[in-house]
């Protein structure tokens, strides 16, 4: 009897353990929703999605099916069409996740077939990182270091491209990777085939991992791995990068894997936590010292088209506009400028960067967002609000960065600096104090 992949975020052929469990008995069925919150994706996000799916049809010699369904009527649907009594998948964690997962499991087990979860994007399953007593760690370094104690599986074997039933496909996915967004000529193309992200990765692990902890915060370099695209997508799994990295000595190594346990964290703190994607999870400033939407239009769109007289924020936002993606340094600048020195709440930041960025992902994006606005677990404090000039002078200090992304800087048609940032910093610090006496 065929047994079924319910395709998630696991695009990938190595260490796939919801695809080994399909294959166990026999050639698997494999399937992919294409399903109706995708197509109001960035185009630049749906056509790398395309292409991703694209290069593991190519892997497995067009085996896989893509349906443009809902999730539980494409499983249904396949399971039927290829007798399927069980169904793999692996598990996801965030609201919308869970929703999906819930719905296929009902689907299917009204039907009388078995969705059978393996494994999960994180090399550690959120929830189970717990101190003694249980309870959640609120902090990020002891997480990090009982996530370590935890442990994860070594990285599964890769699965047989060819063992696959073929499934029929209604997706043309050449017209929607043709339909993204037109290509800034600065975008540099994005790796979609699963053997090139593999083989930028073991690139990095040689010849850029051993600068990563010196360098990782300067802009101007390529100095860090690239890796959160692939990761979102599932083109590698956080496992197999740190088993690479497990096998290095130093505190690059060392430094890599806690900027992967951000990410298991994050992943953790939302799945305990759900309102976070919408709620701050501790408010520290009270809600009528955020500027109105009407009174700060103007601002919305200086920082939006990278317009804000402040370089290093304007050349992240432009950064983001032609390519879908930022440094993480700048994220944080932009971030603290949106929130600190435009006083505009982090979900409108962060709804503008779900639309734009390719690596997007719940979990780290709302997350962030709470850690730079002061309201995460865990978070920056908010009385320390990043200074965008100083920022610049420090990680960009040859000015390679801001000049890259911003043609006209250093002639009359930059803009002065839109806000004081001595002033708003002020007043940012004036409302924390009033929220402070609220609580
Ligand atoms: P590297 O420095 O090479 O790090 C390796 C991996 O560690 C990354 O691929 C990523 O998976 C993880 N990592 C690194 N920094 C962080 C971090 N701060 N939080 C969580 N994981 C981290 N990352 C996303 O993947 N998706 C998002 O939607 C996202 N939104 C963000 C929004 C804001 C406001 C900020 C400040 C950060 C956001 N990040 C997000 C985190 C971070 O900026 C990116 O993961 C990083 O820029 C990716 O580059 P890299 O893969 O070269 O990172």
Do not use: C
């Amino acid at each position: 009897m065929t047994e079924m992949w319910w395709i998630r975020r696991d695009a990938r052929l190595a260490d796939n353990p919801a695809l080994l469990g399909a294959q166990e008995h026999g050639p698997a069925a494999a399937v992919f929703a294409w399903t109706p919150p995708i197509d109001q994706w960035s185009g630049r996000r749906r056509a790398h999605l395309a292409r991703v799916l694209s290069s593991l049809r190519e892997a497995t010699g067009g085996a896989v099916g893509i349906r443009r369904d809902r999730a539980d009527n494409a499983v249904l649907a396949v399971a039927r069409e290829h007798d399927s009594r069980v169904v793999w998948a692996s598990r996801e964690y965030s609201p919308a996740g869970i929703r999906a997962q819930e719905a296929v499991q009902r689907a299917l087990a009204d039907d009388g077939r078995e969705l059978r979860f393996v494994g999960s994007p994180y090399a550690v399953a959120p929830g189970r990182v717990v101190k003694n007593d249980g309870d959640e760690y609120r902090v990020f370094t002891p997480f990090s270091r009982a996530w370590r104690e935890h442990g994860w599986r070594a990285p599964a074997h890769a699965a047989d491209p060819d063992y696959l039933a073929a499934v029929d496909s209604d997706v043309d996915l050449e017209a929607e990777a043709a339909r993204g967004d037109s290509e800034d000529p600065l975008a540099e193309p994005v790796e979609a085939r699963e053997a090139g992200v593999l083989d930028a990765w073991h690139e990095f692990v040689e010849n850029g991992l051993g600068a990563y902890a010196a360098e990782r915060d300067r802009p101007d370099l390529e100095s860090t791995s690239r890796l959160s695209v692939p990761l979102a997508f599932g083109q590698i799994h956080s496992r197999t990068v740190l088993a690479a990295t497990g096998a290095i000595r130093g505190d690059a190594a060392r430094k890599f894997e806690s900027e992967v346990a951000w990410r298991e964290f994050h992943a953790d703190v939302l799945f305990r936590h759900p309102r976070a994607q919408r709620e701050s999870l501790t408010p520290v400033i009270p809600e009528d010292a955020w500027a109105r939407d009407d009174e700060s239009a103007d601002a919305w769109a200086a920082w939006r088209d990278g317009r804000t007289g402040y370089p290093l924020v304007d050349a992240g936002m432009r950064e983001l506009a032609a390519t879908g993606t930022m440094h993480n340094r700048v994220r944080m600048v932009v971030a603290s400028f949106l929130v600190k020195d435009l006083h505009v709440p982090w979900q409108r930041g962060a709804d503008h960067f779900r639309r734009a960025l390719l690596d997007y992902d719940h979990a780290q994006n709302q997350l962030n967002w709470q850690w730079v606005a002061g309201t995460g677990r865990d978070a920056a404090p908010y009385f320390r609000i990043f200074n965008p000039e100083s920022q610049a002078a420090k990680f960009d200090p040859e000015r390679r960065y801001v000049r890259r992304w911003i043609s006209e800087l250093d002639t009359p048609d930059y803009p002065s600096p839109i806000v004081d940032h001595a002033t708003e910093r002020a007043a940012s610090l004036a409302d924390f104090q009033r929220g402070k006496a609220l609580r």
